[in-house]
């Protein structure tokens, strides 16, 4: 039997708009994402070999100030960095505990259009390292991430690395990440 041992939480609570769950890419959108998770106007992307973020710039929203009845201002600026695993294996996506009800993507050329796309609460990439899964998962509007260690596995394996972020800071429980947008503070 598995030997659970949570080595890393990742909360990122950035959004309370979330869509319900990771949506499976089944050919809607043209990129090398499996599964995409949006919360407001930020995305996480899911690829077979890192966690791509997309995080819109506060202060680019809520505009409540403008003449125009909007809520985003007239350009928007993102901070997009990813989350890589050093000598890992390919992050092969599977999702976990569907929700009832289906997406439907009607975008574009009638050959992008797809119908009864799923979308899962969980994904777990098995064997990132040997006997090592990554699950990830949503949590009070943003996204968390465990590891599971198999009896036996080896744990200081695990390496992570960050790219396209201007600096990087962990503390006790959090991680502080400086992107171009600002920082960051994810709570371990």
Request: glycine share 8%.
């Amino acid at each position: 039997m598995r030997k659970f041992f949570a080595l890393l939480a990742f909360l990122l609570t950035l959004g309370l708009f979330a869509q319900q769950g990771f949506v499976r890419n089944d050919g809607q959108w043209e990129d090398p994402s499996k599964f995409i998770y949006r919360f407001g106007a930020n995305s996480l992307f899911l690829t077979p070999d890192s966690l791509v973020f997309s995080i819109l710039n506060p202060q680019d929203q809520h505009h409540h100030d403008s003449p125009e009845k909007h809520h985003y201002a007239d350009t928007l600026h993102y901070a997009n960095f990813s989350l890589k695993f050093k000598n890992s294996g390919a992050l092969n996506w599977r999702g976990r505990n569907a929700y009832s009800h289906k997406n439907h993507f009607y975008l574009g050329h009638r050959s992008n259009w797809r119908s009864n796309v799923p979308s899962y609460q969980t994904l777990i990439a098995e064997d990132v390292y040997p006997g090592i899964d990554l699950v990830v998962y949503t949590s009070s509007g943003g996204v968390k991430y465990d590891w599971i260690v198999g009896a036996g596995a080896d744990p200081s394996l695990i390496s992570t690395i960050y790219g396209g972020v201007q600096g990087l800071e962990v503390q006790p429980k959090k991680v502080r990440i400086q992107t171009a947008i600002g920082e960051l503070v994810a709570c371990l």
